[in-house]
């Protein structure tokens, strides 16, 4: 899962919807610095609210994405996904084309999420907006594998950048996929990719149900 479609069934409490996508922001801002839901769980009761959220944010990402990773419609999508591209990129070898089909799906349910409920995403920025990143940065750091001092400002840059209004469009999709891929040390995908994607996002959306069969909101409803 993507940040918005962990965050979505949270977004009104800020802080929890936060804490929700801190495990996917570490892992770009600070690799070495682990927010794992063993480490916070004890953390969810905590009498001050804001640990309290965050922590339990950061539990229900990872219990979400243990489901969403082991879901079956997903894995066979993945796969397919990373044989297409490797057959795209003249039968390429290694890492990228499995990376990139699996992003690739998690972004297209970002979209697919932000199409079926108008205003959220921008509900989600507002909420983003309103809370303190470095208090969301204290609470991580009392139980992380390492102090980071690069969350905070890593929050700043989400709410600044708002690259999730990104995923709806195939181009935009693609430029953020290769700021990815450029920041791990793997090479850029070139425009050739386009017409691929606009299949890959068409049978994504076709199999929604099938992918968040465990989702926290009721996907027939015209609002969560």
Request: glycine content about 4%.
């Amino acid at each position: 899962m993507n940040c918005f479609t962990h965050a979505l069934p949270s977004i009104d409490n800020a802080y929890l919807a936060t804490g929700c996508c801190i495990p996917d922001w570490l892992g770009a801002a600070d690799r070495k610095c682990r927010a794992r839901e063993k480490k916070a769980t004890p953390f969810i009761d905590h009498e001050d609210p804001i640990v309290a959220a965050v922590s339990q944010g950061i539990v229900n990402h990872h219990k979400d994405d243990h489901w969403f990773h082991t879901n079956q419609t997903f894995q066979q999508m993945n796969i397919k996904f990373a044989v297409e591209i490797r057959e795209l990129l003249d039968n390429e070898r290694g890492m990228r084309t499995g990376f990139v089909g699996h992003v690739m799906i998690e972004l297209f349910l970002d979209a697919w999420l932000h199409a079926k409920f108008p205003g959220k995403l921008e509900y989600y920025y507002q909420q983003l907006e309103s809370i303190d990143p470095e208090k969301v940065q204290d609470v991580v750091n009392l139980f992380a594998s390492k102090k980071t001092d690069k969350l905070a400002p890593a929050i700043r840059r989400v709410i600044k950048d708002r690259y999730l209004f990104d995923y709806s469009e195939n181009s935009t999709t693609l430029y953020r996929i290769n700021r990815v891929l450029k920041r791990i040390g793997l090479e850029e995908i070139d425009d050739r990719i386009l017409p691929w994607m606009e299949t890959a996002r068409e049978r994504v959306y076709d199999r929604v149900p099938d992918l968040l069969d465990q989702y926290a909101i009721d996907l027939q409803k015209e609002k969560p």
